[in-house]
């Protein structure tokens, strides 16, 4: 079956970056973007942007823009999420996702776990 | 913050029908498809319905879409207690480059 396994939880000081990983498995990697989504603490969810597994190719969500980098190991159908510059606002549970395409038609019918990112000094 | 805005909360007993309401615009729902999530406490969310009234496989039909103009909604039918979770509404936005929304949430109590 599908399965979207990511990396445990961090704690990170504020103005430093945070890696998150999402582990694919159960479906062709290459066919589906990888998403990114996250949640505050009792708050909504807010998507980040994507990753084609096949090109590298990006597309972010203009707040993240500069902040955010999405990566990818085909090798082992790994997808990286970096997120820099860290504030305690960026304090969330951090989920990837999948969908078939980077934009508009957005099904995200699997969803890791989620990874609890906490920036605090 | 989102341009999708729904009623904080919705209740009913058990057996009754709850409705959740997501208002847009023209540069979100009024132009792209909605769905709808489901996020049970402390889980990941999951897919409810897509393309504005289609359930994925292994959802009950209990559940049901709809859209109209810039608005969207979302009916649970015979509601259970299993149905108390938090339901988000989603579609892309057109604007600032484009980035895909998510409504503000529902937190449905089964009473």
């Known amino acids: 079956q599908v399965q979207l396994v990511q990396s445990g939880a961090e704690m990170k000081k504020p103005g430093t970056s945070v890696k998150v990983s999402c582990k694919a498995s159960?479906?062709?990697?290459?066919?589906?973007?990888i998403h990114w989504v996250r949640q505050a603490p009792g708050q909504g969810l807010e998507w980040m942007g994507c990753l084609n597994p096949n090109t590298g190719g990006t597309k972010f969500a203009q707040k993240f823009q500069g902040r955010v980098t999405m990566t990818r190991d085909t090798s082992i159908n790994t997808a990286y999420m970096e997120l820099s510059r860290l504030t305690s606002a960026d304090t969330a549970v951090y989920y990837c996702t999948r969908a078939l395409n980077a934009a508009i038609v957005l099904n995200f019918d699997s969803w890791g776990q989620g990874t609890l990112a906490t920036v605090s000094s | 913050q989102s341009v999708l805005t729904q009623p904080p909360s919705a209740s009913g007993t058990p057996g009754q029908t709850v409705t959740i309401s997501c208002s847009g615009s023209s540069s979100n729902i009024g132009l792209s498809t909605v769905n709808w999530y489901q996020q049970l406490p402390g889980m990941a969310p999951q897919l409810l319905i897509y393309s504005n009234n289609h359930r994925p496989s292994g959802v009950p039909d209990r559940f049901s879409g709809s859209k109209s103009g810039t608005s969207a909604s979302l009916a649970i039918s015979g509601l259970q207690s299993e149905d108390e979770a938090d339901y988000y509404c989603?579609?892309?936005?057109?604007?600032?480059?484009?980035?895909?929304?998510f409504g503000t949430g529902t937190k449905v109590t089964v009473l």
């Open positions: 159960g479906y062709t990697f290459s066919d589906y973007y």
């Open positions: 989603a579609a892309w936005d057109d604007s600032l480059n484009g980035f895909y929304v």
